[in-house]
T-cell receptor
């Protein structure tokens, strides 16, 4: 099965700053998904990223806060901008093969 | 929008027993339902998919049932082992498109 990696695995950031999370897949995938998982809660879909087009954001998430890049079929980045403590969460990238979804190990973000 | 309910309380069982986890959903009936396992500090791992026309699906010690009348799926682990201790998430496709909605998960603890 495909391998999916994320960088950084964790970070502690000051409020008002931005962090860019990288996601790399070892095979080409059409759609990549970015999720957020707050402590003790379910995964919430932030956006869907297709190569060559703008990401599609779910309700409650906007491009200015969570800009996404998808420069090719194996790579994507998610930026968490102008961070506040409420952005402290685990961020996961994901892709799908037929009906199975694969997840990266996650980036644990703490905003102080 | 779809709402998914999983037992919020952890399930504690003795090694060798069968663990049964519940996933209830409201609103529209999905074409399929999935179960994932998530270990601390890791992304979810796909376990099983069951389609709406399937009553039951098995994979090794895992069994999933899907009752579209009750809007419920049961996830069973037979002959449970301490290594089965994890959080188990159910997921359904959104009504439109192929994006997944996740339940909050149930923590399973298997004691030796």
């Amino acid at each position: 099965s495909a391998v999916i990696s994320q960088k950084p695995s964790r970070d502690i950031c000051q409020r008002g700053t931005s962090l860019t999370i990288q996601c790399q897949v070892d095979s080409q995938v059409t759609m990549m998904f970015w999720y957020r998982q707050q402590p003790g809660q379910s995964l919430t879909l932030i956006a869907t990223a297709n190569q060559g087009s703008e990401a599609t954001y779910e309700s409650g998430f906007v491009i200015d806060k969570f800009p996404i890049s998808r420069p090719n079929l194996t790579f994507s980045t998610l930026t968490v901008s102008n961070m506040s403590p409420e952005d402290s969460s685990i961020y996961l990238c994901s892709f799908r093969v037929v009906d199975e979804q694969y997840f990266g190990p996650g980036t644990r973000l703490t905003v102080t | 929008s779809q709402k998914i309910e999983q037992n919020s309380e952890a399930l504690n069982i003795q090694e060798g027993k069968t663990a049964t986890l519940t996933c209830n959903y409201t609103n529209y009936s999905p074409a399929y339902l999935q179960w994932y396992r998530q270990d601390p500090g890791r992304g979810p791992v796909f376990l099983l998919l069951i389609r709406e026309n399937e009553k039951e699906k098995r994979k090794e010690r895992l069994k999933v049932t899907f009752d579209t009348t009750l809007k419920q799926s049961l996830f069973h682990i037979t002959a449970s082992q301490p290594a089965d201790s994890a959080t188990y998430l159910c997921a359904l496709p959104m009504e439109y498109g192929n994006k997944l909605v996740f339940g909050a998960g149930t923590i399973l603890r298997v004691k030796s």
